[in-house]
């Protein structure tokens, strides 16, 4: 089965908004920020952080799934960033296993995450 990351298991955005709230527990925004990831690809100080908060269910959904099927993510990000984002929903690699998609194995060179 092939599960498709962005705007269906998970919701990533770049916007440094999130971060500012998920660093200040008096902000009225941060309870929705519960069970959010975030990562950085590469090491420069310009490079941005990418949060990322899964569906509600998703372990639930995953390991239901993994019973029956043998899973791939897919994603029109880059390879490094569907593996930044399996690390947070799948850290110990046992729904995925480092089967991923992404537009570098397609051949599309889109400016998308």
């Keep these: 089965m092939i599960v498709d990351l962005d705007q269906t298991i ?13 660093d200040d527990p008096d902000n009225p925004n941060f309870g929705a920020l519960t069970n959010t990831g975030k990562f950085k690809l590469g090491d420069d100080d310009d490079t941005c952080w990418y949060y990322v908060k899964s569906r509600p269910g998703l372990q ?9 099927y043998e899973m791939h993510v897919y994603t029109m990000g880059t390879r490094a960033y569907a593996v930044q984002v399996c690390r947070l929903i799948d850290p110990d690699g046992r729904f995925f296993g480092g089967r991923i998609l992404s537009r570098d194995e397609s051949g599309s060179r889109l400016n998308a995450p």
Aim: net charge negative.
């Design 10 to 22: 998970i919701h990533a955005t770049v916007d440094p908004t999130v971060g500012e709230w998920l």
């Design 60 to 68: 639930a959904f995953l390991t239901a799934v993994s019973a029956k």
